[in-house]
């Protein structure tokens, strides 16, 4: 079974730009969850999406933004880059009471 | 707000010692997780403990809940180097809190 896949696995962009992140989940698994994490914030939950449906935000501005589409798979979008966007940005899937199930994170540096 | 807090956040070990780490939570929750995560790699799910008093156990690692005290451990026991990496424990209430994360080191 294909684990989580997350495209780009790097990226770098100056401020001001923007980026969309790509995230295919597990076959079946309809919950999508995105985490920002950094060495001095760890990791933080920025959204999760079910069935098409933004089902949680965490509190970070509306800069991040994300989707998700009927076959399950996620995108994250970030709008006018700033320097501390520079993180390792994750994606999960899960089923219902099931663990997350992570991808390898597209590391997205920001000059 | 769910609060999640690990200690110690930092824990540097001989092998062939035990240890704990502790990870307590703020709000009312029934579904806890533990994983682990090596430099540079992506999170791998340890543990998923569900109900008051689970335990559950994988080789040297052991995991429990208390979710009366908001408390669960995660146990080693006669720690081996290759147990060395970031072991983070994550709380469910609405959504997936993480804690901070500890970074174990066991020195050979």
């Known amino acids: 079974k294909a684990g989580v896949t997350q495209t780009p696995r790097y990226l770098i962009k100056t401020r001001g730009q923007q980026v969309t992140l790509s995230c295919s989940p597990i076959s079946g698994h309809r919950s999508v969850s995105w985490y920002q994490q950094t060495p001095g914030q760890g990791l933080q939950f920025l959204f999760e999406?079910?069935?098409?449906?933004?089902?949680n935000k965490g509190n970070f501005p509306g800069r991040f933004s994300g989707r998700q589409f009927s076959n399950s798979r996620s995108e994250m979008n970030v709008s006018t880059l700033e320097l501390g966007d520079s993180a390792l940005y994750l994606c999960?899937?899960?089923?219902?009471?099931?663990?997350?199930?992570f991808g390898d994170g597209t590391r997205l540096s920001i000059l | 707000e769910l609060k999640v807090e690990q200690n110690p956040l930092f824990l540097s070990m001989q092998e062939g010692k035990n240890y704990t780490i502790y990870c307590n939570y703020s709000t009312t929750s029934d579904r806890l997780y533990w994983y682990r995560q090596d430099p540079g790699k992506s999170l791998e799910s340890l543990f998923v403990l569900l109900s008051n008093g689970a335990v559950k156990q994988e080789g040297r690692l052991m995991a429990s809940l208390d979710t009366k005290a908001r408390l669960s451990t995660l146990h080693i026991t006669a720690a081996v180097h290759d147990l060395s990496a970031t072991y983070f424990c994550a709380v469910w209430r609405d959504k997936i809190i993480f804690g901070k994360g500890t970074r174990l080191h066991i020195l050979p």
């Open positions: 999960a899937s899960r089923t219902g009471n099931g663990p997350q199930h």
């Open positions: 999406y079910f069935s098409e449906t933004q089902r």
